[in-house]
């Protein structure tokens, strides 16, 4: 089956850092990967959509000079947090599909990020 | 951005009772997609099952069930004899061109 892996699952930095996530997608070519936020008890708010090789789409509200995003190639995407602050601590996860409208998003295990 | 609302905050049953989740949406496609998303403690998501806008034809998978109706724009999903490790958030996903926005979950805890 369609395997994505997130990297690492956990990680605390503190203010002012900068914080890389990596989310690849190891038996299939992910054409559009989708980066979630999810907050304690909450939905998955939708973050931004990457396609290969051009710019992300972000979501209203959300900062793309504090969240940017690269997907530079078929199964790897990176969402690197910048001068993060501590109320950008949360579970952020990453999916990816094929490209087909119908194909269902295969989901990385999550990174929870906290920020001292 | 679609609208889907899962009036169901939380659910707690004992095992082996039966639970419905229900799943409203707004969409103004004429097209679209239907998905049904786990999401155990641990974390990670799980697919459940996906059904498109044209087949409204239910369908029964083991102790699972999914009732859709376009009518309504609704899509609710049963789980028959509960267990305990059904216990999960549970997330209705509709979906349509490249845009993929989730409910807001149901908190489903059953009991032994």
């Known amino acids: 089956g369609a395997v994505v892996s997130q990297h690492p699952s956990r990680v605390i930095c503190k203010s002012g850092t900068s914080v890389k996530i990596e989310c690849r997608s190891l038996?299939?070519?992910?054409?559009?990967m989708f980066w979630y936020r999810q907050f304690p008890k909450k939905s998955l708010m939708l973050m931004a959509t990457s396609n290969e090789g051009s710019k992300a789409t972000y979501e209203q509200g959300v900062e793309k000079d504090k969240f940017l995003i690269n997907h530079a190639s078929l199964t790897l995407s990176t969402l690197t947090v910048t001068s993060a602050h501590p109320e950008d601590s949360s579970f952020y996860i990453c999916s990816a599909r094929t490209g087909a409208q119908n194909s269902p998003l295969h989901f990385g295990n999550g990174t929870r990020l906290t920020v001292t | 951005a679609q609208k889907v609302t899962q009036a169901q905050t939380e659910i707690s049953v004992v095992e082996k009772e039966d639970v419905t989740l229900d799943c409203v949406y707004e969409t103004r496609d004429t097209t679209y997609y239907l998905f049904w998303y786990k999401q155990p403690p641990s974390g990670e998501l799980v697919f459940l099952i996906r059904?498109?806008?044209?087949?409204?034809q239910n369908e029964i998978s083991g102790r699972y069930s999914w009732n859709f109706q376009k009518s309504t724009s609704s899509f609710n999903f049963t789980i028959t004899a509960s267990q305990v490790v059904d216990s999960a958030v549970y997330f209705c996903?509709?979906?349509?061109?490249?845009?993929?926005?989730f409910g807001t979950g149901t908190s489903l805890t059953v009991i032994p």
């Open positions: 996903a509709p979906n349509t061109g490249n845009q993929f926005y």
């Open positions: 038996d299939f070519q992910a054409t559009t």
């Open positions: 059904r498109n806008s044209f087949d409204e």
